[in-house]
């Protein structure tokens, strides 16, 4: 496939599904309805809101610090400044180009502190594997919290037999995906088998480090960090103030998988979210209210941090990148 093609569908179609998404959200509802969405709107207590979003800063703040126990063992610890700066405008591309951050995060280490690429982006996906882990635990919370909930909405609108086809379904899949790795060996068997092995090293490397424990400490403050961000937008709005403890795990997951469904989340949070709530009985006008509020505050705070990120870094490392330039010339 031509590589304009590739990159021009890699950026069009999420974009596409989420303004799709978000047509087919507002073509439901009556002109009451979504007067009814403005004066949500209207109503919040974005006192919530800004705390919440200050919460999310504060997780950037901690990932960017518990880069550095995976950094030092290679040898290099950078500033938390650049870290933090770096991480920011990782999450800016995102908003742009799907997938572009992690690369961009180890372009900007290395340009302003001297961390290989391979290197930098190797942390970079090591630390991705952790945080999946821990999205895959929030996500079997929620399932064992809101069980019989989520049973009953599904059986109303799939018929059990067919949960029950599809889950055995996909436990097939599973075995004969491993049948696949195991013994085949083709081209593909070889790359898939890489990436996972990959996968797989890049979550041993952890035990290789120093500091594991603050390592693992960092890495509950984080998740913890987004949890109680979430939470606290919850109270912007009263009739999403008092959901139980299940109904807040589950729609916090379901808004974390919707941010990797298209442009970070576009259109696709909002609806998702909505869809979520109206299962444990808010109206799908509070949810798509919230959903909104939620989505459009964390871009805008990534927006402005990793706006002022690019315009910060050079201002900020103009001594160390000349420094750098002279290391590098006089090796040649």
Not at 28 to 44: C, G, M, P, T, V
Not at 153 to 166: E, V
Request: net charge positive; hydrophobic share 50%.
């Amino acid at each position: 496939m031509n590589t304009s093609l590739s990159k021009f569908l890699k950026i069009g179609i999420p974009l596409g599904l989420g303004i799709f998404l978000i047509w087919y959200s507002y073509s439901q509802f009556s002109a009451e309805q979504l007067e009814e969405i403005k004066f949500y709107f209207r109503k919040a207590d974005y006192g919530f809101v800004i705390l919440a979003v200050t919460f999310s800063i504060l997780s950037h703040v901690s990932r960017a610090y518990r880069w550095n126990f995976m950094l030092e063992p290679l040898g290099y610890k950078p500033k938390l400044a650049n870290n933090f700066m770096a991480i920011a405008i990782a999450y800016l591309m995102n908003i742009f180009i799907p997938k572009s951050g992690e690369v961009t995060r180890g372009i900007v280490l290395d340009k302003y502190e001297g961390v290989p690429f391979e290197k930098g982006f190797g942390t970079i996906i090591s630390e991705r594997v952790v945080d999946l882990i821990f999205l895959m635990a929030f996500t079997a919370l929620a399932l064992f919290l809101q069980f019989d909930e989520l049973y009953v909405y599904l059986s109303q609108i799939i018929n059990p037999t067919k949960i029950l086809i599809g889950i055995a379904g996909l436990i097939c899949m599973g075995i004969l995906f491993l049948l696949f790795l195991k013994y085949s060996r083709s081209k593909l068997q070889q790359k898939v088998k890489k990436f996972f092995d990959g996968l797989k090293d890049g979550v041993l490397s952890i035990l290789k480090m120093n500091k594991k424990g603050a390592f693992i400490l960092h890495t509950f403050i984080i998740w913890g960090l987004y949890l109680l961000s979430f939470y606290t937008s919850t109270l912007a709005l009263d009739e999403t103030s008092g959901i139980s403890n299940g109904t807040l795990i589950i729609t916090f997951v379901v808004g974390s998988f919707a941010f990797a469904f298209t442009n970070s989340g576009f259109g696709s949070y909002p609806f998702f979210v909505a869809g979520i709530l109206a299962v444990f009985g808010i109206a799908e006008t509070v949810g798509t209210a919230f959903g909104w509020i939620v989505w459009t505050s964390n871009i805008a705070s990534i927006l402005l941090m990793g706006g002022l990120s690019f315009l910060i870094l050079p201002f900020y490392n103009n001594h160390t990148t000349k420094k750098l330039a002279a290391d590098s010339k006089s090796q040649q």
